[in-house]
């Protein structure tokens, strides 16, 4: 969108677009007054315009806007971006720059002003095409695509040559620990920009969980490069923040720090706190699940990069003795984590990273470990801060126990209406408010885990495949929307997340962004959303942190669910999905 800002005499004439035209008054001397004008047709959150004027000029001016760089020398071409809290125009307003200045020389000058066009440049990916698989409603194999690519917008750090999110940039380069230490890398938490240690460690688990349960499938979905990518980039975090044997930095960050400010990871410039837990200060919860990252990771990567398989795992056994032999609470030696992460305990933990160890090494001595301190009890909710469902997989999966089997039909009971557990009116497993998809999505991977595992008799085998693809389905598009972002039927638009929702550099970032009544200006591919409240009820709102946050946990077995619907496809075992409409149980 271009204005042409014409000098005759002492009237500037302002031309926006076709016959729009706008006198302005100029001044004598060299020096003049004028202004550059464009009539909005959609509402913005900051803009860029571009001044070009036909003599150099001086001494420039801008009055509600400002200039970038220099302005008092001598130039043909000046930046011109809102003031902070002063980019939010509407649709159907005259953004008008006025700007003054000197013709350097005399005499008069015409100028031209172009307002960018604010696109990120990001470009959706083709959705792959899995040939030979059974006909599936929804395409398992793009949101596996999208999902990574959600993590790929999390990342902090030097990004890569092949970043694919344009609109992300290198962020959280001062990170360091007390000694100087490099923290720099990771996944921001959410929709924030904290590096929460725990949740990371369970979403990588889970994330690579997926392949090596998978690899085939995901190789036939395209994507297997691109997963083992993000599997590493946290993997290489914990490496460096493994300091010492007894030693591991679980935060960077301040929480309330952090969410008091709205701004994009990018524009981060000071030295940010970062946590530790030791054997002063123990967090064998964190540890575990951090080894448990680590032995997974050793596992994908044994055949594709055998080094630093290798280094995966001598990390995972020293935080293993680590947490086994100094046990506690992280959060109680972290309590900034407290508010945001709290553990409520450390021994399902202990059983997690026993059995991925034992996975890791076939060591009968961490098998013997988990057997110990296996807890029979059925599931409240698989997640970041509990392992308990996962537990009854791995289990079954090394000691083909009947108990552990019985254990998973417990769970699944508890998450049917006969055990108590509540449905919406659409058929979503309601858990709890806060993040109803992620939990209910965690558990259906659990689901079909068991399925594959044949934890159960013929039709109890069914019910979870049935129940638990009914589950992602939900999240896909089977009440009308879609709950992930860029994906499918009326999909989120106004996710709670900082990245997402700023506008392009240079452009200032503060809490205009997040209250923009319109779309976020980044589309965050594939990330899912909390989710609907009890009654099926959903704002696509950003300021709605509890129903409209992203997470990098709430992705997590999401991601592996729609993988294991993915490879039930390839195997043609897919349930019927009309089914999902009557609320099928576990």
Known sequence: MKSLLLWTGMVVVTMVMAEQT??????GSGSFNGQFCFHLENDVNGYEVKLHFSHPVSGARVIESQIVGDSSSCSDTYLV????????????QDLCIRFSGQVCGGGTVTGTGTLVDMDDGEVKPRAPHVSGAQSMKYNYAEVMQLSLMFYEAQRSGKLPADNRIPWRGDSGMQDKGAGGEDLTGGWYDAGDNVKFGFPMAWSATMLCWSYVEYPDTWQKSGQADHVLDNIRWPLEYFIKCHTKPNELYVQVGGGNTDHAQWTRPEDMDSN????????????????????????????????????????????A????????NHQGEYSVSVP??????KSQNYTDENNWGAFWLHWATGQDSYLQ????????????????????????ILCYKFL???ACKADLASTMELWSKSGGMRY????????????????????????????????????ELASYRQWGMCQLHYALGDTGRSFVVGYGTNPPTQPHHRGASCPVEPLVCNWDAQQNSGPNPHTIYGALVGGPGAQDDYTDSRTDFIHNEVACDYNAGFTGGVTALLDLALHHQLPDPSACSSCPQP
């Not at 706008?22 to 001044?27: A, F, I, R, S």
């Not at 971006?81 to 159907?92: D, F, L, R, S, V």
């Not at 946590?275 to 032995?295: N, R, W």
């Not at 056994?317 to 086994?324: A, E, N, S, V």
């Open 369 to 392: 470990d988990a057997q110990v301190r296996y807890a029979h009890e059925p599931a409240w909710g698989f997640s970041w801060d509990e392992q308990i469902g996962g537990n009854h």
């Open 22 to 27: 706008t006198k302005m008054t100029g001044g």
């Open 424 to 459: 919406t009116p659409k058929c979503l497993a309601f858990r709890m408010v806060w993040g109803a998809n992620r939990y209910a999505s965690n558990t259906a991977f659990l689901a079909l885990l068991g399925a594959k595992y044949g934890m159960g008799s013929a039709s």
């Open 317 to 324: 056994k020293q935080l293993y003795d680590f947490g086994k």
């Open 272 to 315: 940010r706190p970062a946590y530790k837990v030791d054997a002063s200060h123990p967090g064998s919860d964190v540890v575990m699940q951090t080894a448990a990252a680590m032995a997974c990771g050793s596992i994908a990567f044994k055949t594709k990069d055998p080094t630093f398989s290798s280094t995966l795992l001598t990390h």
């Open 400 to 402: 083909k126990s009947d």
């Open 336 to 341: 900034d984590a407290a508010n945001f992460y």
């Open 81 to 92: 971006i809102n003031k902070p809290y002063q980019g939010k125009k509407t649709a159907g």
